[in-house]
């Protein structure tokens, strides 16, 4: 059982550039979240899911686009990188979060030089 | 808005030590309730959970209860140990907004 994985685990762009963090879980979870994690804030929601072909924004949705094709998989697309979205990034699934919580994929540290 | 406090680190403590990271939260009505654990170069891992007042989560040695009156969730552990070395997250969910809202986090040292 893999849980939720997250690829690729680190990355560097280019100011500008595009690029896709893949987040796929096999628990069958309905829940899907994105989330950023900044030195001293905690973690801040981007986008999350509640089920295929149903997405909605976080606080922090800015430059940032999600889809959900499949129950599995749940990409973040950045548009257009800029430094400020220097961070690591979280996905995470659950079948129940008020009851389970999430179950975090082990996360992608992104660099925008 | 919903919003969680818990208290700064870092928090340094020798083996054997007793542990208290005060949370406190803001909500409309009555959250469910998680302390998270982060360990260095890891991911998040759910350590306790809490769904409705007066209850209390536990695991691998840590409690914590859900008190309303207080509007508190207080992480505990008796006897700390070097492998408890981490960063721990309070955490709340309010249904009505569909997300977890997260405390800024406090890093635990423990030494030898």
């Known amino acids: 059982n893999a849980g939720v994985t997250q690829t690729p685990k680190f990355q560097v762009l280019k100011t500008g550039q595009s690029m896709t963090l893949q987040c796929a879980q096999d628990m069958n979870h309905e829940y899907m979240s994105w989330y950023r994690q900044d030195p001293g804030m905690g973690l801040r929601l981007i986008h999350y899911s509640v089920g295929a072909g149903i997405t909605d924004q976080g606080e922090v949705p800015n430059g940032y686009n999600v889809s959900r094709s499949t129950t599995e998989d749940f990409p973040l697309r950045l548009l257009s990188a800029a430094p400020s979205q220097t961070s690591v990034y979280f996905c995470?699934?659950?079948?129940?979060?008020?009851?389970?919580?999430?179950?975090f994929g082990s996360g992608t540290r992104l660099t925008v030089v | 808005g919903n919003s969680v406090t818990q208290m700064e680190g870092p928090v340094t403590l020798s083996e054997e030590a007793f542990l208290t990271i005060n949370c406190t939260y803001t909500?409309?009505?009555?959250?469910?309730l998680f302390w998270y654990v982060q360990y260095p170069g890891e991911g998040l891992q759910l350590l306790l959970k809490?769904?409705?007042?007066?209850d209390k989560g536990s695991n691998k040695g840590f409690e914590a209860t859900y008190r309303k009156e207080t509007t508190s969730f207080h992480l505990e552990k008796g006897s700390v140990q070097v492998s408890d070395s981490a960063v721990y997250f309070c955490v709340s969910f309010s249904g009505g907004y569909n997300k977890l809202i997260f405390g800024a986090g406090t890093r635990l040292a423990v030494h030898p």
């Open positions: 995470a699934s659950s079948s129940n979060p008020g009851y389970y919580g999430y179950t």
């Open positions: 809490a769904t409705k007042a007066d």
């Open positions: 909500a409309t009505g009555y959250p469910s």
